[in-house]
C-alpha cells in the first residue's frame, strides 16, 4: 500500500471542471483551496494535492449560491 500523494497542477485541476488555470490560481490567493507553491525562475506554480481538489470541490458546489464565490 502507498502513501504517495497525488498532485495536480493548475491547468489539469481546472480541466476537471471546465474552468481555467487562472481561476484556480484565485482561487489559492483567495485561501480557498490549499496549494503549494514552487517558484520556477519566471513564474510561481502551484500544485494542489488531489485529496484538497476534492474537498474543495465538495464545499464549492456547496456554496455556489454565496456571491463571494466567483
Known sequence: MSNRQTWLSTET???TVGMTAEWVRRQILAGRLPA???DTGRRRTYRIRSDDWAIFLSDYT???DDPGWE
Open 13 to 15: 485541476a481546472a480541466s
Open 36 to 38: 503549494t507553491a514552487f
Open 62 to 64: 456547496r456554496r455556489t
